[in-house]
């Protein structure tokens, strides 16, 4: 069976120190990948989306990156983090067919002060 | 107007009530319906998942789509305090991103 991991679960940096949020995946092969955020009370917001090795989508242009380094490795990064950076970020991976189930993982809560 | 409309609640019922949870959607292209669980904390856990009009039932949910009218439901029967969580429609159309509303919370109180 598939797994998704995602870690750490919990940090609280300093307003301008870097961040690497990582996610991988188990038991699949070539899913998509990808990166929301969720602000108190407030919805999904999708920040990164991955087809494949190496390339990244963007939806929300803002201070934060991504990369795929290997098929089932998602990354989230920051080499400057804001007070917005603040948030729960989560990692999900569907299969590239079909109807777009996503697969969450227990997501990673960002305190940034 | 926001894609997908969910009402934020907080919606609070006694144990034992039936539950209505319900979204709005703008775009008649949406195709795929979904509701997902999510507990305080954690990630969102796929819950329900149809493609049609018409009831899809699992055990005591039940996801309705009204394709007719852009409105979607997740009812909850016998509710319990286990199903106090963040209640989340999504919602697809083939070849783009799946598309969140809000969220409402829902809280059973024993």
């Known amino acids: 069976s598939q797994t998704i991991h995602q870690w750490p679960a919990t940090l609280v940096q300093p307003v301008g120190s870097p961040l690497s949020l990582e996610c991988t995946v188990e038991g699949t092969s070539n899913p998509n990948l990808y990166w929301y955020r969720q602000a108190a009370g407030r919805g999904l917001q999708l920040l990164f989306y991955?087809?494949?090795?190496?390339?990244i989508s963007s939806e929300v242009p803002q201070n934060l990156s991504a990369s795929r380094p290997q098929d089932r490795q998602f990354i989230l990064s920051s080499k400057k983090l804001l007070l917005s950076d603040s948030g729960f970020y989560l990692c999900?991976?569907?299969?590239?067919?079909?109807?777009?189930?996503?697969?969450f993982g227990a997501g990673s809560r960002l305190t940034v002060l | 107007q926001k894609e997908v409309e969910q009402d934020p609640g907080p919606l609070s019922v006694p144990e034992g009530a039936i539950v209505s949870l319900n979204c709005t959607y703008s775009n008649s292209a949406f195709q795929y319906f979904m509701w997902y669980r999510q507990y305080s904390r954690k990630g969102p856990e796929l819950l329900m998942y149809t493609y049609s009009s018409g009831n899809k039932e699992d055990g005591r949910f039940t996801a309705q789509v009204d394709k007719s009218s852009k409105y979607i439901s997740l009812f909850i029967r016998d509710s319990q305090p286990s199903d106090s969580a963040t209640y989340l429609c999504a919602i697809y159309n083939a070849g783009n991103m799946l598309t969140f509303g809000g969220g409402t919370r829902l809280m059973v109180k024993p």
């Open positions: 999900a991976w569907s299969m590239d067919s079909g109807a777009n189930v996503l697969t």
């Open positions: 991955s087809i494949g090795i190496g390339q």
